[in-house]
Nanobody, 125 residues
């Protein structure tokens, strides 16, 4: 089992920044791919970004490209999401997830093995 705990959410004005963290514990952190997802009220959950175990060539959904950066520190068993130039439409509950397969995080989120409990991000206009 892998336990995932998100932190760093909060209230920020449009144009501001937040940094989310996802701390993993339990079974070895590696070699899981990890990702960030979000779900706004009344909307479906969507993938935000996915990063492989090695950290190379992360995937981003189009709406966050150039604004969000996903990274990980395997020595600390932690993944991060740096969010800059935040917009009100970024308001959502943000979840981290982990799975052995990078492609599952992008294409088959219903099959993802491990999820965190979520952290609220609210961007005011």
């Amino acid at each position: 089992q892998v336990q995932l705990v998100e932190s760093g959410g909060g209230l920020v004005q449009a144009g501001g920044s937040l940094r989310l963290s996802c701390a993993a514990s339990g079974r070895t952190f590696s070699p899981y791919a990890m990702g960030w997802f979000r779900q706004a009220p009344g909307k479906e959950r969507e993938v935000v970004g996915v990063i492989s175990w090695s950290g190379g060539n992360p995937y981003y959904t189009d709406s966050v490209k150039g604004r969000f950066t996903i990274s990980r520190d395997n020595a600390k068993n932690t993944m991060y999401l740096q969010m800059n130039s935040l917009k009100p439409e970024d308001t959502a509950v943000y979840y981290c997830a982990a799975d052995p397969e990078f492609v599952v995080l992008i294409r088959s989120p219903n099959g993802i093995r491990y999820w965190g409990q979520g952290t609220q991000v609210t961007v005011s206009s």
